[in-house]
């Protein structure tokens, strides 16, 4: 153990900084000014409801880490324009509109320690503020004039969309396969992060090797930060996540973790998850003992081991750019992506 | 009144031919065939439930009347490519997931004479797989490379996603106005048959004279169309019809024929809409009594009225091309949807 040195940041108990999201945070921060305006601007219409709905989720704190990683991308590849700061918008909105229609399939009642839009304002608003969002989500991208970027941003919107219903199809079975988890995982989590970062590259007029490396980056990292969050759901604590810990076992979603405890398990403890999970008969102790079963079989270690494997992955994606405070930052983020708590 | 010659087509009692949209799938058949061919085409996915749930409502018989405008306007222009196959693909689309998300938002039973997807497949597969459409119709809008397209389709989504949202805002509200009714016509059905016109002509490289003569064409139809659908929610017969009569009534809406018969009422009979539509509280024999008070006042009379006039506009915006088989096909299309009975 080595000695820890209390600083500004966080230290890990080996003494060495914690890694932050700080130095991405620093380096986009004029060019998430400009972003975070043009989001304001595109969420307004003249019906009243739009702005509104659409403001309390904006507003509500989220890292916009998709959005960082569109600009960093492309001020790693050297980009002087104003378009990535219209597709970074078009990213952020797509995930916006994402998460208002998730809150509605999941029936979530909280999101980022906020009452979800559904609640205050119910399904039916928030189903048609995310068409809304979606469609000058598409409109920005229009006005950069790449088709490139539309197509890249499209088949996202594509398979994002395939991706949760494919979670829809394998929820509440026991029996899926860590493949099919990790198929609706790279569709409706990676499929975002991936193109966000590509499109920085295409929007600079880069070579296809360094768009495909930074969709692999992208992916890879989306990978890593989906397993944290499933993770983080039975693992973390509610003040620090905005969330309901234990939202997906409500749910009665098949995550990595319930995959590996169902798998290591008895007889007994499958059917316990086959009860709580599948038939959705839930008492009010049964999450504590879900939380019990995973820690027994390690299924959060082992879930945080395959996010670091994914982590790294996406780290030597980047090998093929020159280092630069871009690239590290970008890399910082991978390690604060897998390493996080909240 | 002239004599009534019974022949192949339906007649109308001053011996008149009926109106039809016959001529309009003639000429486009050939088109639609390649069109339908490419709508089941991009509504698959590996994902099961994405062509299950989208197939059930494409193969439930809509009459694809915006597609058929896409292919007629370009066709009209002289268009002889093969990239308005795409656009009117991506129209029908937008379309298609606009109806998945209305039958979510409206808590609808009925679509086209069957039970609504939602019915059967659940709001969440509903809402997603329309994503899943939208996110398709924007893939092909890219292949067809005109970013224009590509702007006025995005535009009618964001317009048409306000309208709805509009329509909830002043929904359940008698002192809804005849000027907020048409706001929410124009955008949420009008957008989608002016953008599904016009861009017929911006494929075909027309002059921007031409492109906003179809637009016209195309919103004044749209809106006539609408007109037409609200009285017939009241006064046409399930049968014909495909889905309940008083729909409307039963979700609360405000429409046209209801705002005539609440201006024109006694204080008696604002208090029964207002009891059945602002306060919801609906009793068995009150659907009836709605249309009798409707009949009273002629409201649905006159809701026809409008929407022949907007009929006209719309005819009369496409004076400037010169006469052919196309316009006069478009021209009867608009005859056959102000006097249609389904």
Redo the contacts between chains.
């Keep these: 153990m080595g000695v820890v040195i209390p600083f500004d940041g966080q230290v890990e108990s080996d003494g060495r900084p914690q890694p932050s999201l700080d130095p991405l945070v620093r380096l986009t921060s004029q060019d998430m000014t400009l972003i975070n305006d043009l989001i304001l601007e595109k969420a307004q219409?003249?019906?009243?409801?739009?702005p509104q709905l659409a403001g309390h989720l904006i507003n509500s704190g989220g890292k916009r880490i998709r959005p960082m990683l569109t600009v960093a991308a492309a001020r790693m590849c050297g980009y002087s324009g104003l378009h990535h700061v219209k597709l970074a918008m078009s990213v952020e909105f797509m995930h916006t509109a994402t998460l208002l229609?998730d809150d509605?399939?999941d029936e979530s009642d909280m999101r980022r320690g906020k009452e979800a839009a559904r609640i205050i304002w119910g399904?039916?608003?928030s189903?048609?503020?995310g068409?809304?969002l979606?469609?000058?989500a598409?409109?920005m991208?229009?006005e950069t004039?790449s088709?490139e970027c539309?197509?890249i941003l499209?088949?996202?919107?594509?398979?994002?969309?395939?991706g949760?219903?494919?979670q829809?199809?394998v929820s509440q079975d026991t029996a899926t396969t860590e493949d099919s988890y990790l198929k609706v995982v790279v569709s409706k989590t990676a499929a975002l992060f991936s193109a966000a970062a590509r499109v920085g590259a295409v929007i600079s007029n880069r070579p296809r090797k360094e768009q495909e490396a930074l969709e692999a980056y992208g992916r890879n990292l989306g990978i890593a930060f989906q397993l944290i969050d499933d993770a983080l759901d039975y693992a973390g604590s509610r003040a620090a996540m905005g969330k309901s810990v234990g939202d997906d076992f409500r749910e009665r979603k098949i995550t990595l973790p319930v995959i590996l405890a169902f798998r290591r398990g008895s007889e007994p403890e499958r059917k316990f998850w086959k009860r709580t999970l599948e038939e959705g008969s839930q008492a009010n102790d049964d999450l504590i003992y879900a939380q019990k079963l995973l820690e027994r079989h390690g299924s959060i270690a082992e879930t945080m081991n395959r996010a670091r494997h994914y982590g790294q992955l996406s780290k030597d994606a980047l090998a093929i750019f020159a280092d630069n405070d871009w690239k590290a930052a970008l890399l910082e983020a991978v390690d604060f992506c897998v390493s996080r708590t909240h």
Excluded: P, T
């Excluded at 219409?45 to 739009?50: A, D, G, K």
């Excluded at 499209?154 to 395939?162: G, P, R």
């Design positions: 219409s003249h019906v009243e409801l739009i229609h509605v399939v399904n039916q608003a189903v048609l503020v068409d809304y979606l469609g000058q598409f409109k991208m229009v004039g088709l539309l197509r499209s088949e996202a919107a594509c398979v994002i969309a395939e949760e219903v494919l829809l199809a």
